[in-house]
């Protein structure tokens, strides 16, 4: 299976990728090395992360043609709008150190100013700016909404995925549009390397846990970028290219799905993030209850 996926405009960009989420700014520069090192050729950060200095640093420590790696960043919610947009966009090339970036995402669909952000990530694209451009965290209402004044169809919609969550009808809703899904928080926030039958089929793999729940995203045609700040588990988490999961494992593995989350549903994001709903809280699933007694 080759390493790259093909977007919809032609541009190829690696099936695995590494995430910064939640690092601080010396875990990203040094995870974003170690990634690089080890093989990825794709970083994802985020403006809202607070760490995309750090990924350029990273990046330029590692000694990697700019070329060949896939960078990709998000516009915050709170920048929304076209010259809102326009502006945080360049202030993100200012901090990657870049003069393009590779992937564009809008980070969350905050109703009323998607659209305008589009418009000029529209822009951006057919100037040269971006390779490619998507979005993050869209429900099917949300893409609906988009395409009604989209002159470009999103490549890319990064939405949460893992065994717990497959999200196969929002994957499909994607596919029929032409957008590649690509899957945040693919090890479930690491709550799913406890889980019991993902162990068992890891052991008969000789692969960890992790590792099978990569192999079976790239298996399914998703984007994978898994987080670590850990060397050596960031090492073993791009050792996925030398096993093929059967057809019945991936079927017993997409078995496992609760629709369940462990990240912020995009239906509540106005309420959590602008509103005074708190995020609910984590309910463990039978199969924790019965790994804590």
Same mark, same amino acid.
Request: contains cysteine; glycine residues 6%.
């Given at each position: ?24 700014? =010396?875990?990203? =520069? ?36 700019? =070329? ?20 945080? @966009? ?13 992937? @564009?995402? #809008? ?30 965290? @869209?429900?099917?209402?949300?893409? &609906? ?28 809703? +994607? ?23 993902? #162990? ?13 729940? #990569?192999?079976?995203? #790239? ?10 700040? +850990? ?16 057809? &019945? ?19 509540? @994001? ?5 509103? &005074? ?15 804590? +007694?």
């Amino acid at each position: 299976m080759s390493r790259t996926i093909t977007l919809a405009n032609g541009v190829e960009m690696p099936r695995v990728g590494m995430g910064v989420f939640q690092m601080t700014p =010396e875990e990203a =520069e040094n995870a974003t090395k170690w990634a690089l090192e080890a093989g990825y050729r794709s970083i994802d950060t985020a403006q809202g992360y607070n760490n995309e200095e750090a990924v350029g640093r990273g990046l330029i420590a590692s000694g990697i043609p700019r =070329e060949a790696v896939f960078i990709t960043t998000k516009v915050r919610a709170s920048q929304l709008g076209y010259d809102a947009t326009k502006a945080a @966009f360049y202030e993100s090339l200012e901090k990657l150190q870049l003069d393009y970036i590779d992937l @564009f995402l #809008i980070h969350w669909p905050k109703t009323g100013l998607y659209n305008d952000a589009w418009r000029v990530m529209e822009e951006l694209y057919e100037a040269g700016k971006i390779k490619a451009i998507g979005v993050s965290n @869209f429900l099917p209402e949300h893409l &609906d909404q988009l395409l009604t004044t989209a002159k470009i169809v999103p490549m890319i919609n990064q939405i949460e995925v893992h065994p717990m969550l497959n999200q196969a009808e929002a994957r499909k809703y +994607n596919e029929s549009l032409g957008i590649v899904t690509e899957a945040y928080c693919p090890l479930g926030s690491g709550r799913l390397l406890r889980h019991p039958v993902l #162990i068992e089929l890891a052991k008969k793999y000789s692969k960890t846990t992790a590792q099978l729940m #990569i192999r079976w995203e #790239i298996q399914n045609d998703i984007v994978t970028i898994p987080k670590s700040v +850990n060397k050596d588990r960031i090492t073993a988490n791009f050792d996925v290219w030398d096993f093929e999961i059967s057809s &019945d494992d991936i079927d017993i593995i997409n078995g496992l799905n609760e629709n369940k989350r462990v990240g912020t549903d995009p239906h509540h @994001f106005m309420e959590i993030f602008y509103g &005074d709903m708190v995020q609910p809280e984590y309910v463990l699933s039978d199969w924790e209850k019965a790994l804590e +007694n």
